[in-house]
């Protein structure tokens, strides 16, 4: 089955830097990954996510790559600020409508002001 | 998009007595899947519950300690049988449309 490795663990970025999350998946059959971000006491709300067709997508402050040689995908958020402070998961499942999504381990951003 | 009501939003629980989690969804899905996150951990998934067929579990999970019942297109519950204090955890439904999934607020559950 699909494997999601997930790096860093903790990221902490000054107000205004860039942050990026990495994310590499095992199963070639993926098609789509998507990134969470999960504030405390909340469940998973998606932010953004990416389809196999599709090598990058942006939404304002945000972005995700993928690279489907590799196997893996990134997020990225530019011009950081405190309220991006949270816990963030990436995920991957080879159809999204009928097979249960694998997520990666997580990575808590801390941004400081 | 789908709106997902899951309750109870937290509870504490007596050991060894069980736990109903309900989640209900604005609109008919084929399946609904139920994640565990166990603190500071990612989401890890327990089961696929199909309507009209019994769940799934995943390996790990089995149906004697988290019963799953989906009697209809829009309606699950999990129960948390004869809890340890290592049930504590939030426990989460999901469904997936074709765009994204989405999730209940989730059941954050202390066994003490």
């Known amino acids: 089955g699909e494997n999601v490795e997930q790096h860093p663990s903790t990221l902490s970025v000054q107000e205004g830097d860039s942050a990026v999350i990495k994310c590499t998946y095992s199963?070639?059959?993926?098609?789509?990954f998507p990134w969470y971000k999960q504030e405390l006491g909340k469940g998973p709300q998606l932010i953004i996510d990416?389809?196999?067709?599709?090598g990058e997508k942006k939404d304002q402050r945000i972005a995700v790559t993928l690279n489907k040689t590799a196997k893996h995908f990134s997020l990225h958020i530019t011009e950081t600020q405190p309220e991006d402070s949270a816990v963030y998961f990436c995920a991957a499942t080879p159809n999204s409508g009928n097979t249960p999504l694998v997520f990666g381990k997580g990575t808590r951003l801390s941004v400081i002001a | 998009s789908a709106v997902i009501s899951q309750k109870p939003s937290r509870d504490i629980c007596q050991r060894g007595t069980s736990l109903t989690i309900q989640c209900q969804v604005d609109?008919?899905?084929?399946?609904m899947f139920w994640y565990r996150q166990q603190p500071g951990q990612s989401l890890t998934l327990i089961a696929t519950?199909?309507?009209?067929?019994?769940?799934?579990?995943e390996s790990g999970f089995v149906i004697d300690k988290f019963p799953i019942s989906r009697p209809n297109l829009t309606f699950s519950t999990l129960t948390v049988s004869n809890m340890s204090p290592e049930d504590s955890s939030i426990y989460l439904c999901?469904?997936?449309?074709?765009?994204?999934?989405?999730f209940g607020q989730g059941t954050r559950l202390t066994v003490v």
């Open positions: 609109s008919q899905v084929t399946m």
């Open positions: 199963d070639s059959a993926s098609n789509y």
């Open positions: 519950a199909n309507q009209g067929s019994e769940a799934t579990y």
């Open positions: 999901s469904v997936q449309g074709v765009t994204e999934a989405f």
């Open positions: 990416i389809r196999s067709n599709v």
